[in-house]
C-alpha cells in the first residue's frame, strides 16, 4: 500500500527553466509534507516543508504547493541549476496513529531522477 | 558538526552471519529511526525509536532489530542476514518528530 507516491521516476529540464516534482498521496491523516534532496554516495537532506494548515510556502528558488482535496503536493525550482540535478523524495508524516499516541513517522514517495542540463 | 555517523558504509557478508549496523547522532535528538532505499520503492521505514528505551515498528521490520539504551545511538541488528536484506541504509535523527530530519550517508549492505 503505497501512500505517497511519486509518479514520474525521472524529469529533465534545461537551465534557467523551470522545475516541477509532483507527489499524491492516500491518508488524510498526514498533517506535514517535506521534500528531501539526495545526492549520489550521500544521505537526503531536508529541503522545505509544508504544514497541512497552509496551501504554500516558499524559500529562494523553491516552493512546495499543497493542494488538500486533490491530496497532491508540488515542489517548484525556479530556476532550475545543473547543481539541482539529484534524486527528490517527498515524504508525509502522521502524527498520531489509529490509537491517538504520537507516532511521528515519515513515509517517502519513491524519488524523482531530476536532470538539470547546462 | 551535528551529523548522523553510520557506520560501516559498505558490508559484504555471508548469509546467516549477525550483523550489526551502528548509528550516533551527536544533537541530542530524541527521535532516531532507520530506513532501507531500494530501487522503485524508495525509502522505507525500518524501525523508530522516540526516546531511550522507546522503541517500535516501521513498514519493514522483519529480520532487524534495534535498541536504544542510550539517546545518542540507535543500532540495526541484522541477526540472521538474508540476501533479501540487501539494500542501502540509511539512519536518521530529529528533535521534532518529522521536521527537518537528518540523514547518515548510508550504509551499503549486500549479503551474499
Known amino acids: 500500500d503505497q501512500q505517497v507516491k511519486q509518479n514520474s521516476p525521472s524529469l529533465s529540464v534545461q537551465e534557467g527553466r523551470i522545475s516541477i516534482l509532483n507527489c499524491d498521496y492516500t491518508n488524510s491523516m498526514f498533517d506535514y509534507f517535506l521534500w528531501y534532496k539526495k545526492y549520489p554516495a550521500e544521505g537526503p537532506t531536508f529541503l522545505i516543508s509544508i504544514s497541512s494548515i497552509k496551501d504554500k510556502n516558499e524559500d529562494g528558488r523553491f516552493t512546495v504547493f499543497l493542494n488538500k482535496s486533490a491530496k497532491h503536493l508540488s515542489l517548484h525550482i525556479v530556476p532550475s541549476q545543473p547543481g539541482d540535478s539529484a534524486v527528490y523524495f517527498c515524504a508525509a508524516r502522521r502524527r498520531y496513529n489509529a490509537g491517538g499516541t504520537s507516532y511521528g513517522k515519515l513515509t517517502f514517495g519513491q524519488g524523482t531522477i531530476l536532470t538539470v542540463h547546462p | 558538526e551535528a551529523q548522523v555517523t553510520q557506520n560501516p558504509r559498505y558490508l559484504i557478508t555471508v548469509t546467516g552471519k549477525k550483523l550489526t549496523v551502528t548509528c550516533s547522532q551527536n544533537?541530542?535528538?530524541?527521535?532516531m529511526s532507520w530506513y532501507r532505499q531500494d530501487p522503485g520503492l524508495g525509502l522505507r521505514q525500518i524501525y523508530y525509536?522516540?526516546?531511550?528505551?522507546?522503541?517500535d515498528k516501521g513498514d519493514v521490520p522483519e529480520g532487524y532489530k534495534v535498541s536504544r539504551k542510550e539517546k545518542r545511538n540507535f543500532p540495526l541488528i541484522l541477526e540472521s542476514p538474508s540476501p533479501n536484506q540487501t539494500s542501502l541504509y540509511f539512519c536518521?535523527?530529529?528533535?521534532?518528530?518529522?521536521?527537518?530530519?537528518?540523514f547518515g550517508s548510508g550504509t551499503r549492505l549486500t549479503v551474499v
Open positions: 536518521a535523527s530529529t528533535q521534532v518528530q518529522g521536521n527537518g530530519y537528518t
Open positions: 544533537m541530542n535528538h530524541e527521535y
Open positions: 525509536s522516540m526516546n531511550v528505551e522507546v522503541t
